[in-house]
């Protein structure tokens, strides 16, 4: 069975860093494509990373490109968000997903001071 269990979820200051993980189980890590995912209080999910399998090739919205960088450890079946430079529209529900299939239950970031 497919697991995803995001952690690292916080309240930070704006202009502060977090790194979140997230767990997997339950299928071939080292082959699956990897997304992050958030959804902001009152609004729809936005697409936030990709990393392939590799985790050679990375992409990233707009809104977080040079402040968010996603990276994988094949040998922990653990994928990461390490987000700097935090802002207050960053505040949301953020999800790991495989293959936009698979989802966890989200870990909650939120940026005020």
């Known amino acids: 069975e497919v697991s995803l269990v995001e952690s690292g979820g916080t309240m930070v200051q704006p202009g502060g860093s977090l790194r979140l993980s997230c767990a997997a189980s339950?299928?071939?890590?080292?082959?699956?494509?990897l997304h992050w995912v958030r959804q902001a209080p009152g609004k729809g999910l936005e697409w936030v990373a990709t990393i392939y399998t590799g985790g050679g090739s990375t992409y990233y919205a707009d809104s977080v490109k040079g402040r968010f960088t996603i990276s994988r450890d094949n040998t922990k079946n653990m994928l990461y968000l390490q987000m700097n430079s935090l802002k207050s529209e960053d505040t949301a529900l953020y999800y790991c997903a495989k293959d936009f299939g698979y989802w966890g239950r989200g870990t909650q970031v939120t940026v005020s001071s």
């Open positions: 339950g299928f071939t890590f080292s082959n699956s494509l």
